[in-house]
C-alpha cells in the first residue's frame, strides 16, 4: 500500500469569526484559541444510519409534508456527487436537507417574517448517496428573505444541508445558492468569505441537460469534502 499525496489545509479559506459586517458574529465569535478534540469511539462507530431508514417520500419536499395537496413554487431538482479531493465518489453518505418556503419563510416558531406558510411545505427532507456519491432531491426553490442586520438586510435564496459520516457525531453543514442570483455578492454572510472561489463553490449551476420538460428546472451542487478544492462548510 502507497501513501497518497497529503492535502495541506488552506486556513485562510475559511473566514474569520468576527466579521465588522455581518453583525452577530460580534457576540458570537470566539475571544480564545479553538481546540481540537480527538474523536471518541462512540464518535466513529455509532449510532448509524441505513437506507432503511429513510421513508419513500424524504427526498420529496414538494409532497412530504402535505396531506392534501403538494407544496406552492417554483419546482426544482437538485442533484450532484459528494466526492473526496481526489474526485472519488462517498458512498452511503446520509444528506439532510432544510430550507424556507418559496415566499422566504422557515417553518420555524421564531421566524417572524411576513410571507405566508404554505400548509403543504414543511422545508426538511433527507437523501443518502449511492455506490458513486450520486444524491438527488426535489423541491421548490425557496425564495430570499430579510434578516436583521444593518437594519433589514436581505438573504439570496439558499438551502442548507448537513452530511454524516459513518456516526450521527461526524456531521458538516454547509448551505448553497443559486447561480445569477443578484442577493449573492450583497449579502454579508456571503461576503466574509474573502475568495471569490470559495464563493463558488457555494453556488448551484442551473443545469438544463437535465430539466423536467413541462415540470421544473435542475440544478447540479457537488460537495467536495476535503482537499484544496473542499466545499466550505460552516464552523470547520
Same mark, same amino acid.
Given at each position: 500500500?502507497?501513501n ?9 479559506w ?22 481540537s478534540l480527538?474523536?471518541s469511539?462512540a464518535?466513529?462507530?455509532? +449510532?448509524? @444510519? %441505513?437506507?432503511?431508514d429513510?421513508?419513500?417520500? &424524504? ?5 412530504? =409534508?402535505? *396531506?392534501g ?12 456527487r ?6 472519488h ?15 422566504g419563510?422557515y ?6 417574517y411576513?410571507?405566508?406558510?404554505? +400548509?403543504? @411545505? %414543511? ?6 448517496? &449511492?455506490?458513486e456519491?450520486?444524491?438527488? =432531491?426535489? *423541491? ?20 442548507h444541508?448537513?452530511l ?12 448553497f ?15 466574509t ?6 464563493v ?13 420538460p ?7 451542487f457537488?460537495i ?5 478544492r473542499?466545499t ?5
Amino acid at each position: 500500500m502507497t501513501n497518497g499525496e497529503f492535502y495541506r489545509r488552506d486556513r485562510a479559506w475559511h473566514p474569520r469569526a468576527h466579521s465588522v459586517a455581518y453583525k452577530s458574529t460580534a457576540l458570537r465569535s470566539p475571544r480564545r484559541a479553538l481546540l481540537s478534540l480527538p474523536d471518541s469511539p462512540a464518535d466513529l462507530h455509532g +449510532p448509524v @444510519f %441505513g437506507h432503511g431508514d429513510l421513508d419513500p417520500l &424524504d427526498h420529496d419536499l414538494i409532497r412530504n =409534508f402535505g *396531506t392534501g395537496g403538494e407544496a406552492l413554487g417554483e419546482r426544482i431538482v437538485v442533484h450532484g456527487r459528494v466526492v473526496d479531493q481526489n474526485g472519488h465518489g462517498v458512498p452511503h453518505s446520509l444528506i439532510e436537507i432544510w430550507q424556507a418556503n418559496a415566499g422566504g419563510r422557515y417553518r420555524h416558531v421564531r421566524d417572524s417574517y411576513a410571507a405566508p406558510l404554505d +400548509p403543504n @411545505f %414543511g422545508g426538511c427532507g433527507r437523501v443518502m448517496t &449511492d455506490a458513486e456519491g450520486r444524491y438527488a =432531491f426535489r *423541491t421548490i426553490k425557496p425564495g430570499p428573505y430579510p434578516f436583521r442586520n444593518n437594519g433589514s438586510d436581505w438573504r439570496p435564496a439558499h438551502i442548507h444541508l448537513s452530511l454524516f459520516g459513518r456516526a450521527f457525531a461526524q456531521r458538516m453543514i454547509t448551505q448553497f445558492y443559486f447561480e445569477g442570483d443578484p442577493l449573492i455578492p450583497k449579502c454579508a454572510i456571503v461576503n466574509t468569505l474573502a475568495d471569490p472561489a470559495a464563493v463558488e463553490s457555494l453556488i448551484a449551476k442551473l443545469d438544463l441537460e437535465n430539466q423536467g420538460p413541462f415540470d421544473h428546472l435542475t440544478y447540479r451542487f457537488d460537495i467536495v469534502l476535503r482537499g484544496r478544492r473542499a466545499t466550505f462548510f460552516e464552523g470547520r
